[in-house]
Structure formats: structure tokens, C-alpha cells
């Protein structure tokens, strides 16, 4: 079955064409291409058929979708919320045991611990397999370094514990991201990490 190939020419879909035809046109190896059968476009240096009929070779570059404010503003929400589901859950389960008196005691210096309880899971999380929190993996979305690979659990910590750096600016070091390209927070500037999308259209 002969396959046919979609471009991306000023962000809009052009084609389809078939594989010849692609040696006319002004493809360079960052040009999204899609072919009969696939999810989503590639750069056209990630193909092997292309790379061997344009003579590109294969680079590892840069993200290329990154994430909007408001999609990693709901992850984080969906984040906190099964998170409080869980701390809910647990105050429950210690009112059943605990006398009225210890039970406020423990309500109050629990609710402190959420905002590190959220730093210590996201760290593990966005250092995993997933690159993403549940929250992240709903949305799909991934936290990578500059080049798109996977955090080291150190550069995760790093990462997220950051995070008190940008809530300390009142909200600004999340703002942050509508003044640079990357779309990064703060605390994407100072651990030197992306919010990437999964997919380009």
C-alpha cells in the first residue's frame, strides 16, 4: 500500500504528497511531516525514508510544543485536588480514632504539609518514566530538560522545591512564563527545564 505524505508549510497542512514528490519541494529537516498511519507530524529528520531520499541526518533538537499557561494551570488543579482527596480521606480515618482535641491538632499541622507533600510527589513523578505528575499525564503533558530528555531525580528537586522561589514573588515566577518564548516559569529558569506538549495539532 503506497503511503502519502502531509506537510506543515506556514503552519497550515499541505498535501497530500507522494514520497517522490517530497524531492521538489523546499523541505528542510525541521519541517513537520505526517504520513498515512501516523498519530502526529514529525520533523522530517526523524523519518528514516526521508532522511535517506533528502539526504538529512538525524538531530536530537529542542521541544518544539510547549505548554500554555492555563493547560499546566488545570494540571496542577487536577494535582491538588486528588491530593486534598487523599488528605480528606485520611482526616476521616484519624477522626474515627483520635479524641476531638488531637484530631484539630493533627487537621492543622497536616494542612501545612500539603504544599510539601505536592513538591515531593511532582519531584519523583516528574523524574519517572512518566515525566509527569497524574495531573501532567492528563493533560499530556511532560517536564523534560532543554534538549527533551528525562530529569534526574535531583534536577526534578530542584525543579519543583523552586517552586517556593516563585510563590515567594506572589505569583509572579508563574507569570513569568508569558514573557519568554519556552513559555517557562521561574522555576523552569532556574532548573533549566520545559512544560512540553505531546502533540502539535
Do not use: W
Not at 39 to 45: C, I, N, Q, T
Not at 115 to 143: C, D, H, P, W
Amino acid at each position: 500500500m503506497e503511503e502519502f505524505y502531509t506537510i506543515v508549510v506556514d503552519g497550515k497542512p499541505v498535501g497530500p504528497y507522494q514520497l517522490v514528490q517530497l524531492r521538489d519541494l523546499n523541505i528542510k529537516p525541521d519541517t513537520f511531516v505526517r504520513k498515512s498511519g501516523m498519530d502526529d507530524y514529525k520533523e522530517a529528520h526523524e523519518m528514516p525514508e526521508l532522511r535517506e531520499l533528502l539526504g538529512f541526518t538525524y538531530q536530537q533538537t529542542a521541544p518544539q510544543y510547549f505548554a500554555s499557561f492555563d493547560q499546566r494551570l488545570v494540571a496542577d488543579v487536577i494535582d491538588y485536588l486528588m491530593i486534598l482527596l487523599g488528605y480528606v480521606i485520611l482526616m476521616f480515618m484519624l477522626y474515627l480514632f483520635l479524641s476531638l482535641n488531637n484530631f484539630r491538632i493533627t487537621v492543622i499541622l497536616t494542612f501545612f504539609l500539603l504544599t510539601f507533600i505536592r513538591l515531593i510527589y511532582g519531584s519523583f513523578a516528574e523524574a519517572s518514566a512518566k515525566q509527569a505528575t497524574i495531573g501532567k499525564q492528563i493533560m499530556n503533558l511532560r517536564v523534560v530538560d532543554p534538549l527533551g530528555n528525562r530529569l534526574s531525580l535531583a534536577n526534578s528537586f530542584g525543579r519543583n522545591f523552586s517552586k517556593l522561589i516563585s510563590n515567594l514573588t506572589l505569583g509572579f515566577g508563574y507569570l513569568y512564563c508569558f514573557l519568554n518564548k519556552k513559555q517557562q516559569c521561574l522555576h523552569d529558569v532556574i532548573a533549566n527545564t520545559v512544560v512540553v506538549k505531546q502533540r502539535l495539532l
